[in-house]
């Protein structure tokens, strides 16, 4: 997990060679505006917490918006509100969140169908 935490060589390398690759990508980005709470901490990963911070978090921001992000100039940003857990599962199709990403793929979706139809004219 060390190769993925933020400002890794791994991360770095993966993100300078996509961003090369992605010039004709629309890139979408969403990301959790709420920490997560959680209940059971292991001993040893107290000792951790402790050793780090002083003190036991009993929430912590999982993914923040600086490693949800990539940075591009182009890059749409969407803010979703709820912590990690509530913003990768529904209750419904009227989900808030649901559907702004709902709303963005459907952009998607659609300029992918009209942009064969642009190329293809003389």
Known sequence: ???LGTNSDTVLDINDTFSRVSKTLKIISFFETTNTRYKKVSHMHC???ISKLGWIPTAIMIVPKESATLG???E???PLNGDHLSIVKFDSK???NYQKIA???YKLVQDMSVKPLEESKP
Do not use: I
């Open 1 to 3: 997990m060390r190769q």
């Open 47 to 49: 000792s951790k917490l």
């Open 72 to 74: 591009f100039p182009d």
């Open 76 to 78: 749409a940003r969407y």
């Open 94 to 96: 009227t989900d808030q």
């Open 103 to 105: 709303t963005e793929l």
